[in-house]
C-alpha cells in the first residue's frame, strides 16, 4: 500500500482524533441496542414485530438491533422507538470504524467515538462522514405490529422486475460514457447496488455490502475504487478485494449486460 494511500486512510478514519473533548472510548450512557435474532422474511421481504412483546422497544426512547442469519448477507437493522407511535429503522453499524449502533431517546449513536445520527440516518456529529441507511417502516396502533421492508429502495430509482434491473440511456446517460457510474437502491432487493462502464466497453455490477463486517462501500473518486468507511477495505469495479486489508473476500457481483437501449442488471 503506498503511503498516499495510506494517509488518506488516516484521514477517512481519524486516527487519534479527538471528539468534541471527548477521547475514542465508550460514550457514557450510551450502550449498543440490545440485540433480536430474526429469520429472514419472505418474497415480500416484510420484518413484522408484535412491539409489547419486546419491553427494550415497546418504551419510549427504546431501541433493539435486528440480526438476520449470517448466511443471508442482510446487515443489522436498529429499530428505535422515539415518541408514542412514531418508529424508525436505520442501518445498525457505525460508518465511522463499524461499531454495532445505540440510541439516547433522540437519535443514533455510536458507542465507540460518539458519531451521531438523525432519524432519517443523516450524521449530525462527526466523526463519521457517511450516513447510515434508512428503511421503511409503518405501524399499525391498532394491532401493536410494525412492519419493516428490507426490500424497498429508492424512490427515484428502478425497480427489480422479474429479477431485472433495467436502467435506460434515457434515463442514465452516464452509463454510455466509458468510467461512467450509477448507483441506488432498487426496490425488491433493499441494498445499494453500482453500475460501472468499464474501459473495455463492458459492464459491472456489484454489491455495496462489504465482505468484512457488512458496512456499505461506497465509490471513491480518488482512488477509483469502491471503499469501505468502517475499516479501508478497497475494491475494484468489479468486485475484487484489495490485498492487505481487513476484506479478505470480493463484493457480490452481478451479470450486467447492454443492448442499444441502455443496461440490464440480473438480480438474484
Known sequence: MSSSRRDFFKKLLGTGVVVAGIPPACAPNIDPAPVLDVPMPGEDGLVSL??????????????????????????????????????????????????????????????????????????????????????????????????????????????????????????????QNTGGMVSGRPRGYGKRIFVFKLEDGTYSAVDSVCTHQGCTVDFEASLDELLCPCHASTFSKTGVVDPGGAATVNLKTFTATADASGVVVSIA
Do not use: W
Open 50 to 175: 408484535v412491539v409489547q412483546r419486546y419491553p427494550d422497544l415497546s418504551r419510549e426512547g427504546g431501541a433493539v438491533t435486528l440480526r438476520f442469519p449470517k448466511e443471508s448477507g442482510q446487515e443489522n437493522l436498529l429499530v428505535m422507538h422515539p415518541t408514542a407511535g412514531t418508529y424508525a429503522v436505520l442501518s445498525a453499524t457505525c460508518t465511522h470504524v463499524g461499531c454495532p449502533m445505540g440510541f439516547d431517546g433522540k437519535e443514533a449513536v455510536c458507542p465507540c467515538h460518539l458519531s451521531k445520527f438523525a432519524l432519517d440516518g443523516t450524521v449530525t456529529q462527526a466523526p463519521a462522514t457517511v450516513p447510515l441507511t434508512q428503511y421503511v417502516c409503518t405501524y399499525n396502533a391498532g394491532t401493536q405490529v410494525l412492519s419493516i421492508n428490507i426490500l424497498d429502495g429508492d424512490p427515484n430509482f428502478p425497480a427489480v422486475v422479474g429479477g431485472k434491473l433495467a436502467l435506460t440511456f434515457e434515463e442514465f446517460p452516464d452509463l
